[in-house]
């Protein structure tokens, strides 16, 4: 019992994604759902915030990155691209 007790636990452990920590290289628009008008930003992510990309998620037509910025702000991103990885060490 206990064996299987540990392999769900690092199977659980393994299927969590980390975040990765980035820096926005210019202004972003952002978004509160993958329904959105992604023409009509919910708000903007400043260039030069730092910010963690998450996990993927799909709305019927776009591909959407989930966001968490150090200034408070949450959402959705459409252009990961326009972000470089900062490298923690």
């Known amino acids: ?9 690092f199977l659980l452990g393994a299927c969590h994604q980390q975040e990765t920590k980035v820096k926005a290289l210019k202004n972003v628009s952002a978004y509160n759902s993958v329904d959105a008008a992604y023409s009509i ?15 993927e998620q799909y709305g019927k037509t ?9 200034n408070g702000s949450e959402g959705l991103i459409i ?3 326009a972000f ?3 490298n923690i060490k």
């Open 41 to 55: 930003p919910d708000f903007v992510i400043p260039k030069d915030s730092i910010c963690f990309l998450g996990g």
């Open 1 to 9: 019992m206990k064996k299987y007790f540990c392999m769900v636990f």
């Open 62 to 70: 776009d591909r959407f990155v989930e966001i968490r910025c150090e």
């Open 79 to 81: 252009e990961d691209e």
């Open 84 to 86: 470089e990885p900062i």
